[in-house]
């Protein structure tokens, strides 16, 4: 049966199980964010350079071009000599600001940090306004701990520019990390006005330099912090610890909160830890979580343990009769992907007591694809009767790509004695690309 989209009903499986994956990639984006603006490394100074004024002198954009193509090879040597000769060469140039941060960047990647700085406090003077007045400050941040010159570290986390102070944090931790932890803490008082980012960032420094004294602090945040993207950040960075001590906490988390994007953080933290209790917990929330959602998001990280969950997640579903976490269950099958757990799909699929589940069960079948799988539900479309089911059948051949599953829809649609199931076979082979279904289709239409 077709809904009112053209699409037929069986489509709607799996539906559930594509949310958690939503889902997972959201955690992973919030995990990522910081240090996503921490990185301000070589790929992203290269999308600087094409930031430049035209020169009118053919001469003088030849060799900034030869500059900026050094940069990007990472020839910083090439790089400082073409850009030296361009300052040089052509003074009144309206790309000299860009030139003398390319310059003093060139000399940062060599270790020659004084004179960077030296380049890059020329440029701040001579062009306080320009383009490129950030870039060379967050520069000077960088290097600040190796050209002695910690205090400019402070002076720019006074400043309003969040990208900046990102940096002269990062740069207070290298080169500081008691100070550091110490200011992190000051910005998450409940009294303090730090800009969100800010903070965010700063849980990351926690991970990445805190060491054994970031836990507590992240402890506190979780506890304490009203926002929820900071809480949700810090529960992700715990499960990045790699301290199993805070694995009786996440699991409180996940059972206890009221908050399902708390919850799912906790579940997502704890499936990063690799030992043994890690997994017995992600077991024990799969078989008795607080909710279906709970639930559903243990028995998907689980699956990213492979066989050796298997077994657990067979026990589960025998013993569970709740469709939503059974559907999971063989989502999760599917992802494990070995032998086993395939039959276990086959056996959902051939002879499972609910209707919607063997239908999940046989769209997951079409998804793994493979000779076997085909060879089943081929094998298993000629041995049903329920005409619901084949729908479901027809789908999953549509879904596998393979030859023989177009020419198996292709008989459904010249044969079988059921006109809806000959009507579905057509709308699929209708959506395929392969040249023997169009003209078949076309056959149909002369």
């Known amino acids: 049966m077709l809904n009112k989209n053209n699409r037929p009903t069986s489509s709607r499986q799996g539906r559930n199980s594509l949310i958690v994956v939503a889902l997972v990639l959201t955690l992973i984006l919030t995990n990522l964010f910081a240090a996503a ?42 790089a400082e000599g073409k850009f030296r000769s ?34 890059l406090k020329r440029l701040l003077k001579e062009f306080p306004r320009s383009n490129w007045a950030d870039d060379a400050t967050a520069l000077r941040v960088q290097i600040a701990q190796n050209v002695g010159n910690p205090e400019i570290i402070n002076q720019t986390l006074n400043e309003d520019d969040i990208e900046i102070k990102i940096v002269a944090l990062q740069s207070l931790f290298e080169s500081n990390p008691e100070r550091g932890l110490a200011y992190v803490a000051e910005m998450m008082k409940p009294t303090s006005t730090a800009n969100v980012r800010l903070k965010e960032a700063g849980i990351e ?26 809480r949700v950040t810090a529960i992700n960075t715990l499960g990045r610890s790699g301290d199993e001590s805070v694995l009786p906490l996440l699991k409180e988390l996940a059972t206890t909160s009221t908050d399902d994007e708390i919850s799912q953080a906790a579940i997502f933290a704890i499936s990063r830890f690799s030992g043994a209790g890690a997994q017995a917990m992600l077991v024990d929330l799969a078989r008795t979580g607080k909710s279906i959602e709970v639930r559903k998001n243990a028995i998907f990280w689980l699956s990213n343990s492979g066989e050796s969950v298997l077994d657990e997640l067979l026990r589960i579903y025998d013993a569970d009769r709740t469709p939503e976490v059974r559907k999971q269950i063989i989502f999760a099958l599917k992802r494990i992907g070995t032998p086993r757990a395939f039959n276990k799909l086959y056996e959902i699929a051939r002879s499972g007591d609910d209707m919607e589940v063997r239908k999940d069960a046989f769209h997951w079948i079409g998804q793994g694809g493979g000779a076997q799988a085909l060879d089943f539900l081929i094998q298993t479309y ?60 076309e056959g149909l239409l002369n």
């Open 37 to 78: 603006v921490l990185d301000r490394g070589a790929a992203q100074e290269v999308d600087k350079l094409n930031r430049f004024v035209q020169s009118q002198n053919a001469a003088a954009a030849q060799v900034f071009r030869e500059g900026r193509d050094f940069i990007g090879d990472e020839e910083w040597a090439e």
């Open 86 to 119: 361009f300052i040089s060469s052509y003074p009144k140039d309206g790309n000299l600001d860009a030139a003398l941060y390319w310059l003093a960047f060139a000399l940062s990647k060599q270790e020659k940090f004084k004179e960077a700085e030296k380049q």
């Open 205 to 230: 420094m926690l991970r990445r330099f805190g060491g054994k004294q970031s836990v507590p602090m992240l402890l506190d945040i979780i506890r304490n912090q009203t926002d929820q993207k900071l």
């Open 382 to 441: 000629d041995a049903e009767r329920d005409v619901e089911i084949k729908q479901q059948i027809i789908f999953a051949l549509s879904r596998t790509g393979d030859k023989r599953a177009v020419q198996k829809m292709m008989d459904i649609a010249r044969r079988d004695p059921s006109v809806e199931l000959r009507k579905q076979a057509i709308f699929w082979l209708g959506k395929s690309n392969d040249p023997e279904a169009q003209k078949f289709i």
